[in-house]
């Protein structure tokens, strides 16, 4: 369904500041893992106390990347778990995001299917997009179908505290297909983007909680 069949009018600008936001959640996640730059003493600090790192760089007018950290009290394994299980996201994480099916699924790569629903009185978005694993370690994605031009991007896990604790990188290039106000971009990634990542987090510390109950049980 193309999205040049439909006229909104003045609604547009408040359509497109509800779409961007969400495309760049749900069309999870595009700069190399090598690239990134050492993190300051500064940052990890932060990190350390709770806080999700944004990437400046759209203040600068890098068209398009968004970048994201959060530390989570979760092991690797724990937080792969989520990041790579769609399920969590649709209708949780990213409560924007209404379903998901898989066309192709292996050990190292996946093709999915997601839709998303942006408002109730506009079509959904369908895309698809292609994934390749590198387990407990790192996502790559990339589009291969759908409503949207073009995105790509990979999610990055790494191990802190011996393995007690996960830094979790997400980032991506997109580019919607139409003209998007670089301000509109930057709103949509700190106000989106948080709460995907915390989301996570919020997620793998309730595996954790469960999973000791579990064990205490057990003991009884």
Known sequence: MSLKKYHFGGALPRLVLRTVPLL??????????????????????????????????????????????????????????????????ANKIQKHLRRVRFIQQSVNSSVQECEIEVAAFFPRITYRVESSYDPVKRIDFRRVGGMIKNFHGHWLLEPRDNGTKTLVTYAMYIDPGFFVPQWIMRQGLRRELPQTLTGIRNRAHQLERESTTAMVHSRD
């Open 24 to 89: 760049l959640v749900c069309l999870s996640l595009a700069v190399p893992a090598w690239c990134l730059p050492p993190l300051t003493s500064d940052q990890e600090y932060r990190l350390t106390a709770g806080e999700v790192l944004l990437d400046g760089s759209l203040d600068h007018l890098r068209t398009g990347v968004v970048e994201g950290k959060i530390l989570i009290n979760s092991c690797p394994d724990r937080v792969w778990s989520i990041v790579v299980n769609p399920l969590e996201f």
